[in-house]
């Protein structure tokens, strides 16, 4: 296999191997180009002595190995000159990882300890890509025991658990910065949801704990995760926290918020919110009451259901409610009556025109979200802490996010709804 010797390790033989590049003066870097860098390298001679991919990778590996040595005894050099009152005092070895693999290198160092490297700085150990590489695949769900072996099939790096934990947890202070930062003053249109994880608690034991989200509609019609809460119970003191934090972050109005039937949802919104219309989700209404209708009676049940959330005015669907309650409560009270109890937040769409009832009397738009995450979590039987939870998840959502960069469909005909619909609202915000 060919190597490539650095400098201070020439021997007799170096004759006899090809001079791969020319020596350069650091202190004209700026100077350098890499035509004239090419130039010097005698491929053909190489090609004789590199026959396979590892042969590649290795060759590559040592070439990195010797150029930044040489780029530090450069620096050195340039330093003694500055200082004038320092001398070389042989080198130092440290490991750093890189694209290529691990390299060893021979740091130089001066006898006052005055030279501070520029390449490759104090404490760090790393010079490539690698750490946004390992973030990306925990963003995926691999767990970190696949990413250890991931990374030591494709750079030859051994790093334990803990190693691969400090470089994802890099992340925590980016999170920081996005569950406090300062959101948009209004919002058309809010939906929250939760999702159930096991997460380990203080015993050791783990524990079920949802992760609530907030996906707002901001007014270019682009949709944006406001944040994200863990808690052990759902209810309207915790509701109140959140919405009261929304505000605190700059939040002034929701129009619409569309959710999944959360208790106590609505009482701690329109405290904070007192003008905001709720929407409970019709799907999940729906999905609920077919869970206690008998499967003998279901089609015929959705049937009559139909007529309720399909029809085309709110005097429409009473009448239609009406007619399942006389036809169906005597079998499914509690299913009738969960529609009725709930009939001012299951019917708040039908003030609106189509376009915005599509939009707002399903939560799909989260929904969605929560499959994509579900996805990524999949593989995991629990999470070791809250933040590991949040840390796995805001990573994925970084990615998802992505595709979010266009407005919904139909935007420019909802927002003219909504101007309409909102009028006074809107109209300090909308120009």
Not at 82 to 103: C, I
Not at 265 to 292: D, G, L, W
Request: charged share 30%.
């Amino acid at each position: 296999m060919f190597s490539v010797s650095s400098s201070d390790n020439m021997t007799s033989r170096e004759t006899k191997e090809p001079k791969l590049v020319k020596e350069i003066n650091m202190s004209k870097a700026d100077d350098i180009s890499q035509e004239n860098l090419i130039e010097e390298i005698d491929f053909k001679e190489l090609s004789k002595n590199c026959k396979t991919e590892k042969d590649l990778a290795s060759l590559t590996k040592q070439f990195m190995k010797n150029m930044i040595e040489n780029m530090l005894k450069g620096e050195l050099e340039e330093h003694i000159e500055t200082q004038g009152n320092t001398s070389k005092n042989g080198t130092y070895k440290k490991s750093v990882r890189s694209d290529s693999g691990k390299l060893d290198l021979n740091i130089p160092r001066d006898r006052n300890s005055s030279y501070k490297p520029q390449i490759i700085p104090k404490r760090k150990t790393t010079i490539s890509g690698i750490d946004d590489k390992i973030i990306s695949m925990y963003a995926r769900g691999m767990s970190l025991r696949d990413i250890e072996k991931q990374v030591r099939e494709m750079y030859e790096v051994e790093m334990s658990d803990s190693l691969l934990s400090r470089i994802i947890e890099k992340i925590t202070p980016e999170i920081n910065d996005w569950q406090n930062r300062t959101l948009e003053p209004i919002y058309p249109i809010v939906y929250m949801d939760a999702m159930v994880f096991k997460i380990k608690d203080d015993t050791g034991f783990y524990r079920n704990k949802a992760l609530h989200f907030a996906i707002g509609i901001n007014l270019d019609g682009k949709k944006e995760l406001l944040g994200m809460w863990i808690t052990n119970n759902e209810g309207a003191k915790f509701w109140l926290s959140i919405a009261t934090e929304l505000k605190n972050r700059g939040v002034e109005d929701i129009l619409i918020a569309s959710v999944d039937g959360l208790k106590g949802f609505s009482e701690a919104i329109n405290s904070v919110f007192p003008h905001t219309v709720i929407q409970r989700c019709i799907i999940h209404q729906i999905r609920y009451s077919m869970k206690y209708v008998g499967s003998k009676y279901q089609k015929e049940f959705m049937a009559d259901l139909k007529r309720v959330y399909k029809a085309p005015t709110r005097k429409a669907a009473e009448e239609a409610l009406s007619e399942l309650e006389q036809k169906w409560k005597e079998r499914y009270p509690m299913v009738v009556n969960s529609w009725i109890n709930n009939w001012d937040e299951l019917s708040a769409y039908f003030e609106y025109s189509e376009p915005i009832r599509r939009i707002i009397y399903t939560t799909n738009t989260i929904e969605g979200f929560n499959r994509q995450i579900r996805k990524i979590t999949k593989t995991k039987g629990g999470f070791n802490s809250d933040e590991s939870l949040i840390r796995l998840v805001f990573l994925a959502y970084r990615d998802i996010s992505v595709k979010w960069q266009k407005a919904i469909s139909n935007w420019a005909e909802i927002i003219s709804q909504f101007s309409i619909a909102f009028k006074d609202r809107l109209s300090g915000y909308i120009r």
